[in-house]
């Protein structure tokens, strides 16, 4: 199916450990982004992507690694998860190629991830 | 950027109308106006758009003041399935937008 997809949806892993987040997009969007949510609380924004072997920072980079080898992939990797990573994470691509309006975002479902 | 500022939560019942302010007093001339829902363990959903005036969908309305330092989410008829929490965001570019706190809309029978 078409369409933006996260895995895994579930992650229980321990403090030290390298983590990876995969998110692909069928949709050859330009922009892909990654982003946390912490209980109770709205997205911050991680990581983004404007095309292949183009990433850049966003609010919360610390901790985080991202690649872009390919369009439809965009992995994230705790490389030494701690607990204050513990969060959702989501994933979302989006049309916009830097014209004149805000494209839209669309999101995965997302990946609870659980360090402990 | 831009910083939005939202209330925290709204109560409703079904069949009303709801409308949700967010104020953003320095947004920018080339800044838009986006509305996303949330429901539980989802990803965020694009709502509405609009840079002045009004903007209707078949989901909602947008209103924008000629100042554009607000905007008003409209949904007409809510019904329980509008029980989320709507992310006000303003922004020129996709890979600058700030998601805040949302406000979380409860809608009762």
């Known amino acids: 199916d078409a369409g933006i997809t996260q895995s895994p949806r579930y992650k229980i892993t321990e403090t030290g450990r390298q983590v990876t987040l995969m998110c692909h997009q069928t949709w050859s969007h330009s922009y892909m982004f990654w982003y946390r949510q912490d209980l109770g609380h709205g997205l911050r924004l991680i990581y983004y992507?404007?095309?292949?072997?183009?990433?850049d920072k966003g609010e919360v980079p610390d901790g985080y690694v991202v690649s872009r080898s390919k369009t439809e992939n965009f992995p994230l990797t705790l490389e030494s998860a701690t607990r204050s990573q513990t969060s959702v994470y989501f994933c979302a691509s989006s049309l916009w190629t830097g014209g004149d309006s805000s494209g839209e975002l669309f999101f995965g479902e997302g990946s609870r991830l659980t360090v402990l | 950027l831009a910083k939005t500022t939202q209330p925290i939560s709204m109560d409703s019942y079904e069949g009303q109308e709801v409308n949700i302010t967010c104020s953003h007093n320095n947004i920018a001339t080339n800044d838009y106006i986006t509305w996303y829902q949330q429901f539980p363990s989802q990803g965020p959903r694009f709502i509405i758009q609009g840079y002045k005036t009004k903007v209707t969908n078949e989901v909602a309305s947008l209103f924008i003041p000629a100042d554009r330092k607000s905007s008003t989410l409209s949904l007409p008829r809510v019904s329980l399935s509008d029980t989320a929490v709507y992310y006000c965001?303003?922004?020129?570019?996709?890979?600058?937008?700030?998601f805040g706190t949302g406000t979380r809309l409860q809608v009762f029978p």
């Open positions: 992507s404007a095309a292949a072997d183009i990433t």
């Open positions: 965001l303003v922004g020129e570019n996709t890979d600058k937008l700030i």
